[in-house]
């Protein structure tokens, strides 16, 4: 089992920029995909990206696309999540997720084995 630790959450101005950080221990991170989801208040948790083992691939929920960007570095177990142009509907609680796969554009949460404590951004208007 990894675990996963976000970080790099806060309290930014609508038109902001935060860069969320997820690091995972241990050597069970390279071959998987990783993913970021959201859950807002009142709301259930919804996908926002994901991006293959080889950093090749992204994908990411219409809300967020073009805004937001996924990245990682395998030789430091870590994945990012460059959010820029934020909105205040972006507030929410943002998690990362490690895939059961390490290929494919799959967003859905039982596709995801591992899970972080999440991190608060908060977007104000």
């Known amino acids: 089992q990894v675990q996963l630790v976000e970080s790099g959450g806060g309290l930014v101005q609508a038109g902001g920029s935060l860069r969320l950080s997820c690091a995972a221990s241990?050597?069970?991170?390279?071959?998987?995909?990783m993913g970021w989801f959201r859950q807002a208040p009142g709301k259930e948790r919804e996908f926002v990206a994901r991006?293959?083992?080889?950093?090749?691939?992204?994908y990411y929920a219409d809300s967020v696309k073009g805004r937001f960007t996924i990245s990682r570095d395998n030789a430091k177990n870590t994945v990012f999540l460059q959010m820029n142009s934020l909105k205040p509907e972006d507030t929410a609680v943002y998690y990362c997720?490690?895939?059961?796969?390490?290929?494919?554009?799959?967003?859905?949460?039982?596709?995801?084995?591992?899970w972080g404590q999440g991190t608060q951004v908060t977007v104000s208007s």
């Open positions: 997720a490690r895939g059961r796969l390490g290929y494919g554009p799959d967003r859905r949460e039982e596709e995801y084995d591992s």
């Open positions: 241990g050597r069970t991170f390279s071959g998987y995909a």
């Open positions: 991006i293959t083992w080889s950093g090749i691939n992204t």
